[in-house]
């Protein structure tokens, strides 16, 4: 097999239509990164929220190597100084939080057509960018405001470098070897360090790096003389780079609460059972065409790499021929880049994972192009040159049939399912809209489903105006009334549900406000009611359960144990009364809706329950 001594192409001039095509694939790719950026999914995923809440601690002077904040599962901590710059820029609101993620998506695209064209050549690098603009596994996260976008620019960025000393090394005469080759290596385990400060599945760079650096050991002695000192700056600078991260990572454990909440197939492996380990193959074999990611949080259902097939049979040709070719440097190093690139994955629950395989998303289209490339050339020695620009039109279809389906899947349907909306909390930024937009001063009870932590956050990086009292209630179980006040607005949202009791108790005189747009089920995503908290607070008060005992110590060995409401509890909250609903019969169901009154903020937050005694 021949041995890859291709010259630099540093140097090689670059057309005027290369550079119209490489531009007119950046527009395309800017265009599905920002189109509708704040519509496209409506609303901010948990994940965001939890990124806004870390980004917006850096602005409070919260710094740190890594962020274990509550609800966020372990935090690499890089993106966080970014999101912190675009938050000061723009605001706690949707453009500060999802700002850098397109930016570092274009950056991807841009550093890996640079770094294709000089490993191989414009045809090559030109289809890399092409599917990554267009493909939703290259899209998706480019639209949401996580920490993992940074992760394909530092992989191509350090590769980059690292290749470039590679080939600087071979084409620099003797004297200046030095100069020209240890800035790429410096540069590029920088650069590599720095990338494992961006998302767990960046923890296979380093594998990447290393095996290919054993693969030019075994294979290419040759290559290694004179920069044997370099390559190991590389990895010297990178160790430096990244040990603080690691090393504050091994005196916490505990810290990185979700890497043990994944890593089950791993687990089985140790203890001998390979069969998760096998499924997770065979998940990622399938990805390409038959099986993507399950879920819709992050890909529209089980949607493959490619939709049409012509994608999917250019990459299988290019994996066989980087497999055949495996003894030239540039086509193994594609090869270990998708293997690392899968490794996070592979090795975890829930395979194809989006998330984890991003890593790979450059080197695997890029085999897209080696096949191309291929059959470029039979075109040139065995047809007629004429048929060149029929592949070329052939490709370009591909892609812009990729892009169609894209556009109306991922940004015109997929906003739409209402798991989606669920997800990205949707009918709450509706419902946040709905406030911004009315002059109505009064205050706010909010329906949510993780009223404690979540949804206030959400509400401090959504809602606009802060001249709203807004109290957050979990209609399963509590209704707030606020004090101060005899008029209030309740909002429930189509996904926040509402007990029958209490809702029949609170909306029996209530006067419908508005109504936000309607989902596919056809519901209000949410209403806005008006309430009459002087008639609610009379009844909370006076409810049927007053004339009761009440037991408000039963081990206080006084023998005063029956009490009549309101029962005072430290000053801190009374006890008013009880109302059953529905009939209280042996084996039967009922309801039982207790009355409280606040008398002063609690911390830690209390918790009530109830003892039915007889």
Request: glycine share 6%; aromatic share 12%; net charge neutral.
């Amino acid at each position: 097999m021949p041995v890859d001594t291709a010259p630099d192409r540093a140097g090689r001039h670059i057309p005027h239509w290369e550079w119209a095509a490489i531009i007119v694939i950046l527009l395309m790719a800017a265009f599905f990164r920002l189109w509708a950026l704040g519509d496209a999914p409506r609303g901010l995923e948990h994940d965001e929220v939890i990124s806004w809440r870390i980004a917006d601690g850096v602005l409070r002077g919260h710094v740190g190597l890594y962020f274990a904040e509550q609800g966020s599962f372990g935090h690499e901590p890089l993106f966080s100084y970014f999101m912190a710059i675009s938050l000061a820029l723009f605001g706690p609101n949707w453009l500060g939080v999802r700002f850098w993620a397109p930016m570092f998506g274009l950056l991807g695209i841009a550093t890996a057509y640079v770094l294709m064209r000089h490993m191989f050549d414009r045809l090559v690098a030109l289809v890399t960018a092409g599917g990554m603009a267009v493909l939703v596994w290259s899209l998706f996260f480019n639209r949401l405001g996580l920490r993992l976008n940074m992760l394909p620019m530092l992989w191509c960025t350090s590769a980059y470098c690292f290749w470039r000393g590679l080939n600087d090394q071979l084409t620099a005469s003797p004297p200046h070897r030095p100069a020209r080759l240890w800035p790429w290596f410096a540069g590029g385990g920088v650069l590599a360090g720095l990338s494992l400060y961006t998302y767990m599945a960046s923890r296979a760079l380093p594998i990447f790096f290393a095996a290919f650096a054993l693969y030019l050991l075994l294979f290419h002695r040759q290559r290694l003389q004179g920069r044997r000192a370099a390559i190991l700056l590389f990895f010297v600078i990178m160790i430096i780079v990244a040990s603080p991260l690691f090393l504050y990572l091994a005196a916490h454990p505990e810290l990185e609460e979700r890497t043990s909440q994944v890593d089950e197939p791993l687990r089985q492996l140790r203890m001998g059972n390979p069969r998760p380990i096998l499924q997770n193959v065979v998940a990622l074999l399938g990805m390409w065409q038959v099986r993507g990611e399950p879920y819709w949080q992050v890909n529209v259902a089980h949607r493959p790499v490619f939709m049409e097939p012509l994608g999917a049979l250019l990459f299988y040709i290019g994996v066989a021929l980087a497999l055949w070719r495996w003894r030239e440097p540039r086509y193994a190093l594609c090869l270990l880049w998708v293997g690392a690139g899968l490794l996070p994955s592979l090795v975890t629950a829930d395979a194809p994972s989006w998330p984890r395989t991003l890593g790979a998303v450059p080197a695997a289209l890029a085999l897209l192009g080696v096949a191309a490339q291929q059959i470029w050339q039979w075109a040139k020695q065995r047809w007629s040159i004429r048929a060149r620009p029929y592949l070329m039109a052939l490709l370009v279809a591909m892609f812009l049939v990729e892009a169609g389906w894209t556009f109306r899947d991922y940004l015109l349907d997929w906003p739409q399912q209402a798991n989606v909306r669920f997800t990205f909390q949707s009918s709450m930024t509706e419902a946040f809209r709905y406030l911004d937009a009315v002059e109505d001063t009064s205050p706010v009870i909010m329906a949510g489903l993780s009223v404690h932590d979540v949804d206030p956050w959400t509400q401090a990086c959504t809602l606009r105006r802060r001249d709203l009292a807004v109290r957050w209630a979990d209609l399963r179980q509590t209704l707030i009334l606020p004090a101060g006040t005899d008029t209030a607005r309740l909002i429930v949202l189509d996904i926040t549900p509402f007990t029958p009791a209490l809702q029949e108790w609170a909306l029996s005189e209530a006067a419908r406000l508005a109504q936000g747009p309607l989902t596919t089920e056809n519901r209000p995503s949410f209403i806005a009611y008006a309430l009459d908290l002087s008639t609610l607070r009379e009844k909370a008060e006076s409810p049927p359960g007053t004339a009761a005992a009440i037991a408000a110590n039963p081990t206080d060995s006084s023998g005063q144990w029956n009490l009549s409401p309101p029962v005072n509890f430290n000053d801190t909250v009374e006890f008013l009364g009880y109302q059953w609903f529905g009939e209280i019969i042996p084996g039967g169901q009922a309801g039982l809706l207790t009355f409280w009154r606040a008398l002063q903020p609690t911390s830690p937050p209390l918790r009530t329950f109830m003892h039915l005694l007889d």
